[in-house]
């Protein structure tokens, strides 16, 4: 019998199969516009590396009701394809036919086939090796850049809303939220327990949150209009940064704690490989007693990599932790795929102390539920 580990952990990066569920909500009449939108997609998506398979389904209960779902070899080539400028144009004639939707993405543990209809391939991609213990707890952020020049007006705007109540309904709640800046980059990080989709829709409508969007329309760099159903959907899948990878010693967080977000510049094309490496490193600091990361969470999206850590000592007091990379080969890995234009030296003790305090994001604000 296998013995599960106590600590909480979640990964995009095991190298099982990938399954993922989008359910759909048409509208009336537009049925005929879908199928022709999808059939579109679907030879596209065909031909994107890691695709393996989808599927088109209709409820029998409710004909508006759709299913597809996919398969892919893993996560992470399912991640780059959804998150890719490409796949932002793809689905844009898919928008005007839907009401609603909603996407669910499970990994392969196991799988039951008759064997008498195997293909005479097996199935691309591993299973799930085992299962992983959650806290039920979503996590996920934002991303997004403002104007050069705008950084203190939005820090202060960011900084001075009225926290939303934390109750959406009986079964999800706003656990946290973590707002921090990069230069003109802003990021929002949040944890929900329960629905995620339902915690941003119970966000986006409260009067406080839209106010305060509104007033950093005018600083953005990317335009939106949050009045048009379609701008500001594609605004906030520009802006989505996944979680990837998050680990956390089990039990009880301790009282001294402190958040960081840092901030990872990857060389051109290796966001990617950059998360994977940092996703090793915080398994391995996992099994660590004495290392003072209590928990990571690792944000991806093309090359925007932010590492979320939640830190039981001073950053500076061990750069190399702090940093993920500890141990003179781990950080020449680090060095390799990191932009050394943006990250500069990291040879001496003195430039891995300059780059972490580069890094180091500047906390706007940061806000936990009453009892979470």
């Not at 969470?297 to 940093?323: G, M």
Request: glycine letters at 6%.
């Amino acid at each position: 019998m296998t013995t599960l580990s106590e600590r909480i952990s979640q990964s995009a990066f095991d190298g099982s199969r990938l399954r993922v569920v989008l359910l759909l909500d048409l509208q009336e009449g537009a049925q005929q516009r879908f199928l022709e939108a999808y059939e579109q997609l679907r030879n596209q998506v065909a031909s994107v590396p890691g695709h393996i398979t989808d599927q088109l389904c209709q409820s029998i209960e409710n004909p508006s009701q759709w299913l597809i779902t996919s398969e892919w070899e893993s996560a992470p080539p399912f991640l780059a394809w959804v998150n890719s400028e490409e796949h932002v144009k793809m689905v844009q004639p898919l928008h005007s036919c839907v009401r609603d939707t909603r996407s669910l993405r499970f990994s392969v543990l196991r799988e039951t086939s008759n064997v008498a209809a195997l293909a005479p391939e097996p199935p691309k991609g591993r299973l799930q090796a085992n299962p992983r213990v959650g806290d039920g707890v979503v996590r996920h952020a934002l991303t997004f850049t403002v104007k050069p020049g705008s950084e203190p007006i939005v820090a202060d705007i960011l900084a001075g809303y009225t926290s939303p109540a934390a109750r959406v309904d009986d079964t999800t709640r706003l656990r946290r939220t973590s707002l921090f800046m990069y230069g003109n980059r802003v990021v929002r990080a949040i944890e929900v327990q329960g629905d995620l989709i339902a915690a941003l829709r119970h966000v986006s409508r409260q009067p406080e949150v839209r106010a305060v969007e509104e007033a950093i329309n005018p600083y953005l760099e990317q335009d939106r209009d949050l009045n048009d159903p379609n701008s500001a959907r594609v605004f906030f899948t520009r802006a989505a940064l996944p979680a990837v990878h998050h680990v956390a010693a089990g039990g009880q967080e301790p009282a001294d704690v402190a958040r960081h977000a840092l901030f990872y510049p990857a060389k051109p094309g290796f966001g990617m490989t950059l998360a994977k490496m940092l996703a090793r490193q915080d398994e391995e600091a996992a099994d660590d007693p004495a290392c003072p990361v209590y928990g990571s969470t690792i944000f991806q999206r093309d090359d925007i990599v932010v590492r979320l850590i939640d830190l039981k000592a001073p950053i500076d007091k061990d750069p190399l932790v702090s940093l993920g990379a500890r141990g003179p080969r781990k950080l020449a890995v680090l060095r390799r795929l990191l932009d050394r234009d943006v990250a500069g030296g990291l040879t001496t003790d003195r430039e891995l102390a300059a780059f972490l305090a580069r890094a180091d994001m500047d906390l706007i604000t940061d806000r936990r539920a009453p009892d979470a």
